[in-house]
T-cell receptor, first 113, second 113 residues
């Protein structure tokens, strides 16, 4: 069973609107959680990284939250732009194997004019 | 270099053939990672190197897959007796250290006919 689950699988939003993506994980012991953006045909690009003690991190119009107690994270996109159309992947690292990241399947976001 | 590069960008081969995929990490990055990504899925961990040695190869699916990094820089992923199920995008990433942000290459799209 995948240790990182994301929802929704996909969503379509109008340009200028906000949206929130969800990530639940079971990876333990926990080290950190990252959100990556992956454009079609490209490698993933890191947006945010949060450790156990952090509960929010922003990168421009992207804001990630983390609740390490409930093992949940969210990524909020504010005032979406057409260039935000991509797959957003939640990635969790366990403290017992630093380099072995656990990836979610991603949420495919389509921003329409 | 400016980023992680991977060659070839696309590879088409026949079932049973041998293929090599190359990754050039960012200069100075000691950690290097290989992932496999199937359509509509998040990347799946294969192996990661710290320097020249494989620190964790638990994601390699079977003994047909092998990776090397002889001088601690460039890495080659080798697949013997390819099968149609090996068709995927193979992503490489590098980081300054084990817990640092991973920077991904564009991937090699492998198609086994």
């Amino acid at each position: 069973k995948n240790q990182v689950e994301q929802s929704p699988q996909s969503l379509i939003i109008l340009e200028g609107k906000n949206c929130t993506l969800q990530c639940n994980y079971t990876v333990s012991p926990f080290s950190n959680l990252r959100w990556y953006k992956q454009d079609t045909g490209r490698g993933p690009v890191s947006l945010t990284i949060m450790t156990f003690s952090e509960n929010t991190k922003s990168n421009g119009r992207y804001t990630a939250t983390l609740d390490a107690d409930t093992k949940q994270s969210s990524l909020h996109i504010t005032a979406s732009q057409l260039s935000d159309s991509a797959s957003y992947i939640c990635v969790v690292s366990g403290s017992d194997s630093w380099g072995k990241l656990q990836f979610g399947a991603g949420t495919q976001v389509v921003v329409t004019p | 270099g400016a980023g992680v590069s991977q060659t070839p960008s696309n590879k088409v081969t026949e079932k049973g053939k041998y293929v090599e995929l190359r990754c050039d990490p960012i200069s100075g990055h000691t950690a290097l990672y290989w992932y496999r990504q199937s359509l509509g899925q998040g990347p799946e961990f294969l192996i990661y190197f710290q320097g020249t040695g494989a620190a964790d190869d638990s994601g390699l699916p079977n003994d047909r897959f092998f990776a090397v990094r002889p001088e601690g820089s460039v890495s080659t992923l080798k697949i013997q007796r390819t099968e149609r199920g090996d068709s995927a995008v193979y992503l490489c990433a590098s980081s300054r250290g084990q817990q640092e942000t991973q920077y991904f290459g564009p991937g090699t799209r492998l198609l086994v006919l």
